[in-house]
């Protein structure tokens, strides 16, 4: 199937769908429509998650099943792209759940990682960073990444290939959450959901801080600079980071299957290899089944 016959949806309940249209048109040709009900399903050959507010999606998603369609249509086999809010609706796995659902983060599922929900911060919080460049794409150097109020991948199952990985303080909502998540980890526990925690839990005596962003370059091994998943190792302090809390190396692409997920926004920058490289997977996937 050649680039004109596909047929890629991006879910537009609620997000950033127009702009990961425009991409996916200016950067392949390909046709794309916007979904919102079960029966435009039928109509594609793959579908993206965009970004924006999961909270709001799983919400609207449920109202009409749509939400039982979309696992289904996961099922299937089809590519699936989520970004950012899309990303944490694809995964298994979730901590700093929404708390303003009563049953939790409503996930649609298929892919298996931890996410950690806003583990970046509030808006106040967005940045760009480099971060790889898509296999197959990495004419043109390092990705710039961005990132609002953006989730991350803690932890990937067997068989995810991991695209790219980033050092990062979570915020202090995250952090705190994150001491929580080690503490069941260590008690034996097997954690699927869990919610938000009390992001002002502090030392007595402690205030409240917000500090200007910082980027600090942390010296790697020769080994560890051949790895093609990290762009450039650095640790970065943003505005509400957890005091004393130390970076971590978190995911922020992943690939299992036909399904891929970024932490990040590719369709917020004109940097196009990102689509290009899920237009790729689409073609490769649809030429399968003929």
Not at 183 to 210: F, T
Request: glycine share 10%.
């Amino acid at each position: 199937m050649t680039t004109n016959e596909v047929v890629i949806g991006v879910l537009a309940l609620q997000g950033s769908f127009e702009e990961h249209q425009e991409c996916i048109e200016k950067s392949t040709g390909c046709k794309t429509i916007q979904v919102r009900t079960s029966s435009q399903l039928e109509q594609i050959d793959a579908i993206i998650f965009p970004g924006g507010e999961s909270t709001a999606m799983g919400l609207i998603g449920s109202i009409d099943g749509m939400w039982s369609e979309l696992r289904k249509f996961v099922d299937t086999g089809k590519p699936v792209w989520g970004t950012c809010a899309g990303m944490i609706l694809l995964a298994e796995r979730c901590v700093g759940a929404s708390a303003v659902i009563e049953n939790g983060q409503s996930l649609i599922g298929g892919i298996d990682v931890l996410v950690c929900r806003n583990y970046f911060g509030s808006q106040i919080s967005s940045f760009e960073m480099k971060t790889p460049a898509p296999p197959g794409f990495e004419n043109g150097g390092d990705y710039s990444g961005v990132f609002i109020r953006a989730p991350a991948i803690l932890a990937a199952g067997d068989g995810i290939d991991i695209l790219g990985k980033v050092v990062a303080t979570p915020c202090r909502q995250a952090a705190v959450v994150l001491r929580e998540l080690e503490n069941k980890i260590a008690a034996g526990e097997n954690v699927v959901m869990m919610g938000v925690m009390d992001a002002l839990e502090r030392k007595s005596g402690q205030d409240i801080k917000y500090v200007d962003v910082k980027r600090e370059i942390i010296s790697s091994s020769e080994e560890e600079k051949k790895d093609p998943t990290v762009a450039e190792i650095e640790k970065i302090e943003l505005p509400g980071a957890a005091d004393g809390t130390n970076a971590r190396e978190v995911i922020c692409a992943a690939r299992f299957n036909n399904m891929l997920i970024t932490a990040f926004h590719p369709e917020l920058t004109e940097d196009y290899r990102w689509h290009r490289y899920f237009h790729k997977m689409v073609v490769e996937s649809s030429a399968l089944k003929e």
